[in-house]
Nanobody, 121 residues
């Protein structure tokens, strides 16, 4: 069984910073692409940032230059450093990890429980 536990959300003023973490635990053989999504109130879930196993990154245009995604493979953890936060960044943030479980040939996607980020103006 695999669990993804997110932390680091909260309430912050515009211009402030937060750092989200998402740690995967269980019988994990390897992790592949790790991704952060967010779902603003009343809107659809959208991709924020992704990082491959090799360290290549991809960002939504709306967060480029403000957010940084990183990973610690030894800890099966992905981070999202969010700087210069804006009210429009308010959303529930979810991590998604594509990983291969020990004893399995194929990988699968797993989701975190979500963490609320609220940016006040």
């Amino acid at each position: 069984q695999v669990q993804l536990v997110e932390s680091g959300g909260g309430l912050v003023q515009a211009g402030g910073s937060l750092r989200l973490s998402c740690a995967a635990s269980g019988r994990i053989f390897s992790t592949q692409t790790m991704t952060w999504y967010r779902q603003p109130p009343g809107k659809q879930r959208e991709l924020v940032a992704a990082i491959t196993s090799g360290g290549s990154t991809n960002y939504a245009d709306s967060v480029k230059g403000r957010f940084t995604i990183s990973r610690d493979n030894a800890k099966n953890t992905v981070y999202l450093q969010m700087n210069s936060l804006k009210p429009e960044d308010t959303a529930v943030y979810y991590c998604n990890v594509n990983l291969r479980r020990t004893g399995f040939i194929l990988g699968d996607d797993y989701w975190g429980q979500g963490t609320q980020v609220t940016v006040s103006s």
